[in-house]
């Protein structure tokens, strides 16, 4: 039974990888939009590289006993990991090792709400990859203008590679942090202060992004918030507006009897908030992403996929085969690693250590 469901899962694998491989076929030829799998899912976007599903499936297989189980079925979990790992192989099987990796902070990298320290497995597999001349940035819907609260929340990140660099171990290290989404740029610096030095707007954002108009920013900014304060309300929201230069947001009152927001209270704002922005006149003209960040709800101008494209730009022009985004958020609602290409799903950062 084991083998008979391994083989008929590894044919539905090479089914859907065949489809991919046809897409991206129709993709070099201008007519994607002529392709099986566009016709069977209208809403699939560019595919940057091969997705080596078959193989992959063979490999967590191994690892997971997938076809041996007799009564639970492939879930989501086996599912992502699948196509991480798919994700991951063609990449490789591509060019090798991708020139630049972006991550997602709060729950990819360290727990929601809190720093990355120095105890955290993940930093020695990120010095790994600098080591090997990977270009690494944090890609961050945190949004500050000073460099001093990246270095609180990535303290343990930037004093490693910091340590390193003096030792000799790392040469010209690329780290870069993207925050509020595709806002602010910092890259690391040993001889600043906090490791990190403000890159001007004007010498990484791209065309497009420098025509985002302050006072389109500032109307949708405010549709935002009125959305998010009708939430409020109807909801019975125990919670504050939080407005910044590129962002808006609700997050927990400090009333002493306030409690955390229910996962249904979260979303159901996230899906107001976007319905009634992408509905008014500044929808249309400016992206923007309103997601649920676990105790809070935020609309971002921009969202990753601006910021890892800035990124990419700001680098030299790595091509979006040879960059991967590793993140925590993958729905297509109240979600904000979704709209980055290459990319891979962590539930938590021992899927990224995996």
């Known amino acids: 039974m084991a083998l008979r469901a391994h083989r008929r899962y590894g044919e539905i694998m090479q089914d859907v990888e065949e489809l991919i491989n046809d897409h991206i076929v129709h993709q070099k030829r201008g007519t994607q939009g002529r392709s099986k799998l566009k016709l069977l899912v209208p809403s699939v976007g560019v595919f940057f590289t091969p997705i080596l599903l078959e193989k992959a499936f063979q490999f967590q297989d191994t690892e997971r006993r ?8 492939p879930s989501f979990n086996d599912i992502r990991l699948i196509l ?8 490789i099987e591509e060019g090798g090792p991708p020139e630049l990796v972006t991550f997602d902070g709060d729950v990819t990298l360290y727990n929601d709400g809190e720093c990355l320290t120095a105890d955290n497995p993940v930093i020695h597999r990120i010095l790994d990859m600098l080591k090997r001349g990977t270009k690494i940035a944090i890609v961050t819907a945190a949004g500050y203008l000073e460099a001093e609260k990246y270095h609180g929340r990535l303290i343990g990140l930037l004093e490693a590679v910091n340590s390193a660099v003096k030792d000799g ?5 690329v780290l870069l942090v993207v925050g509020g989404e595709s806002n602010y740029l910092f890259s690391f610096d040993v001889s600043s202060s906090h490791l990190l030095k403000y890159v001007p707007r004007e010498t990484w954002m791209l065309n497009e992004m420098k025509a985002w108009s302050e006072d389109d920013i500032k109307t949708l900014l405010d549709v935002a918030e009125a959305a998010l304060r009708d939430c ?11 407005r910044k230069e590129r962002a808006v947001g609700i997050i927990r009152s400090n009333h002493p009897l306030a409690g955390r927001f229910t996962r249904e209270q979260l979303e159901e704002t996230v899906l107001v908030t976007q319905q009634v922005v992408e509905i008014s006149p500044v929808g249309s003209v400016l992206p923007f992403c309103a997601f649920n960040g676990g105790n809070d709800v935020f609309v971002d101008i921009g969202d990753k996929s601006w910021g890892v494209l800035a990124c ?4 030299g022009g790595i091509p979006g085969s040879r960059t991967l985004h590793v993140g925590d958020q993958f729905l297509s609602a109240g979600a904000n690693d979704f709209k980055v290409f290459t990319s891979i799903t962590a539930k938590h950062r021992k899927d990224f250590i995996h």
């Open 84 to 91: 991480n790992t798919a994700q991951i192989m063609g990449i």
């Open 232 to 242: 409020i309300k109807s909801l019975g929201l125990s919670a504050d507006i939080l």
């Open 66 to 73: 997938i076809s041996s189980r007799r009564f639970v079925a």
């Open 312 to 315: 990419q730009n700001y680098l």
């Open 169 to 173: 171990i790392l040469q010209d290290p």
